[in-house]
Structures are given as structure tokens and as C-alpha cells.
């Protein structure tokens, strides 16, 4: 794995849908190492501390999801700055609680609703797109964003329990994935909670 003979502890089975997909990789394997994912050029690196001073480039602020684990960054939503679940396993792209989008005036009769399926239940979503997603020193425009739709849950508190209350000082109100990050290439500490985002090289004429 990686190039390397690498040794793995505490493997737990589990169903992970299409037979295609053979195993799941956590953040504890990352643990001591750098992580890379080029979402453009499709490779994932472990690379070394010694070989980048991540605190030194890091470019977004995060920090570590008590209990989960999973890394928090924050994002900028048409100018209100607030902390989401980086989610690097999430297909879609940046879904939020209804309370945020109502603050944020997305909340509208004109928005597309659809369902969204689970292990346990079929929901509502409303979606919509934001004019402006700062991430880092970049800003995307006319991104799509989904929250859930009135009378409807996206059981965010399940999967990350302790979404919407504090932690840290921060106030976690969802998640950012694919379509979002397959932009750029994420370089990020686990355990010291250290981001860099970046754009891939171009390859020289």
C-alpha cells in the first residue's frame, strides 16, 4: 500500500456496497503522516512531516470533531464565516442545517425538492444555489448547496453528534464534500489539524 509493506491493525468487516469498492481507509491510518488527495489528478500520498512544513502553508482553519474525529473547517457563505464536517467520503457538495439557509436567505418556494435515501429512512431536501463559498484563499461562485426541506430531518446530529452545538468555540451547521474539494488538492495533518488547499500544477507546453 502506498509503495510500501505497510501493516494494519484492528480491521473490521463491513458492507460497503458495490463489489468494486474492497476496503475503507480511515483517519486513524493517516495518524503520524501528512495525507494528500489530488482530487483533479485522482491519487492519494502519505507524505512524511519531514518532507513538508505543513504549518507553515496551511491555508484554512480547522480543528478536530470531539468524539468523531473528523476534521472541521471553516467556510465562508455569502459572507457569514461558519464551521462545516470536511467530508472527503461525501458525493455531493456542501449541505447545511435549515436553520443556516433561512439565515442566509436560501430558504424559498422556487428551490428543487427531492428525496434523499439512507440506511434508515427517505428524506426531503431543498436545493438551491449560493452566489459566493470562500474556501480558504479561493472563492467559488454559484455553487449548489442542499439543506433539509420543512417538517423534514437530515439526521445530521446522527451521523455527527455533535453538529449544531459547540465545540472548541465552534458551531458545526454541516458538511463539505466532492463537489466542492474535486477542485483541489487537499493536504491536511489529522492530528494536528493543519489544511492546505491547492490548485493542481499545470503541466508546462
Do not use: C
Amino acid at each position: 500500500m502506498f509503495g510500501t509493506t505497510t501493516g494494519i491493525n484492528n480491521v473490521v468487516e463491513a458492507a460497503l456496497g458495490h463489489s468494486s469498492i474492497g476496503l475503507l481507509l480511515g483517519a486513524p491510518l493517516f495518524q503520524g503522516n501528512v495525507m494528500q488527495i489530488d482530487y483533479p489528478g485522482r491519487k492519494l500520498r502519505l507524505i512524511s512531516r519531514d518532507v513538508v512544513n505543513l504549518h507553515k502553508i496551511k491555508n484554512i482553519p480547522m480543528v478536530e470533531q470531539r468524539g468523531s474525529g473528523m476534521p472541521l473547517v471553516e467556510v465562508t457563505l455569502n459572507g457569514q464565516r461558519t464551521w462545516l464536517v470536511l467530508d472527503t467520503g461525501n458525493a455531493g457538495g456542501i449541505m447545511i442545517e435549515r436553520s443556516l439557509a433561512e439565515g442566509l436567505g436560501l430558504a424559498n418556494s422556487d428551490n428543487q425538492v427531492h428525496q434523499a435515501s439512507d440506511i434508515s429512512k427517505t428524506v426531503k431536501l431543498e436545493s438551491t444555489r449560493i452566489d459566493e463559498v470562500v474556501f480558504g484563499p479561493y472563492t467559488l461562485e454559484n455553487m449548489l448547496v442542499s439543506f433539509n426541506a420543512e417538517g423534514s430531518n437530515i439526521d445530521l446530529n446522527n451521523q455527527y453528534k455533535t453538529t449544531g452545538t459547540r465545540i472548541r468555540g465552534k458551531k458545526v451547521e454541516g458538511l463539505i464534500g466532492y463537489e466542492v474539494l474535486k477542485h483541489f488538492v487537499i493536504t491536511m495533518d489529522y492530528q494536528r489539524a493543519y489544511l492546505h488547499a491547492g490548485l493542481p500544477e499545470q503541466d508546462s507546453e
